[in-house]
């Protein structure tokens, strides 16, 4: 079955500290991969993707991530965390075979000053 | 921008109520979700629809139901509130040709 883990429930980072949240899937076709970010009280604003090509993405923000394949996984990092990306992280996968997205459980990063 | 709104932030019903969650989009989106967000368990599809008239069931449509009589809007519909109903409702868009989905500002349905 399809399926996308965030092992990480909880992360708290001091502010400047990089930052690595993890993403691993579990997916038959080629992955199209997602991660968006959700603060308080709002909806999901989309951070970065995968399609093809380059492993290594660019997002908004300042952040990044890296598809690997040979580990089923899509890093999501920060090499320096500000305040304001206190937030709820979602890492979501898709495929050409379907419309739809599945969605991790999502990881609520914490910053102190 | 894709904007896409939702006709309220925060919404409290009582038990049995009819309640209609609505989504409008201004993008020419073709597919629209609903999903609910619930602590700890992600976000979970509720339905979909890919054209007007059309709908998919997602993984929990029992108790909801939707309507998309126009391209730009998509309605969910709680026939009977009950309080196990209780959540943060997400409306979002995706065109035919992205994978990529635009998200509402969410509503947050209380049922007492």
């Known amino acids: 079955a399809q399926s996308v883990t965030q092992p990480d429930i909880h992360i708290t980072v001091s502010e400047g500290a990089s930052l690595e949240l993890r993403c691993n899937y579990s997916y038959g076709a080629t992955p199209y991969l997602f991660w968006y970010v959700q603060s308080p009280g709002q909806g999901l604003q989309l951070l970065l993707k995968y399609f093809s090509g380059d492993t290594l993405v660019q997002g908004i923000k300042g952040f990044e991530a890296e598809f690997k394949r040979s580990q089923s996984s899509f890093n999501l990092r920060k090499p320096s965390v500000h305040w304001s990306d206190a937030a709820e992280y979602f890492c979501?996968?898709?495929?050409?075979?379907?419309?739809?997205?599945?969605f991790g459980t999502g990881t609520r990063l914490q910053v102190f000053p | 921008d894709v904007k896409v709104t939702q006709s309220s932030r925060y919404l409290v019903k009582r038990t049995g109520e009819k309640v209609f969650l609505e989504c409008v989009q201004d993008?020419?989106?073709?597919?629209m979700f609903w999903y609910r967000q619930d602590p700890g368990l992600g976000l979970r599809l509720i339905y979909f629809?890919?054209?007007?008239?059309?709908?998919e069931k997602g993984d929990i449509p029992e108790g909801y139901s939707v309507s998309r009589e126009k391209k730009e809007r998509f309605s969910l519909i709680l026939e009977s509130a009950s309080t196990n109903q209780t959540s943060m409702y997400l409306c979002a868009t995706q065109t035919q040709s992205s994978y990529e989905q635009y998200f509402g500002p969410g509503t947050r349905l209380t049922v007492t």
């Open positions: 979501a996968v898709g495929s050409l075979n379907t419309d739809k997205l599945i």
């Open positions: 629809s890919y054209d007007v008239k059309m709908k």
């Open positions: 993008m020419d989106h073709e597919n």
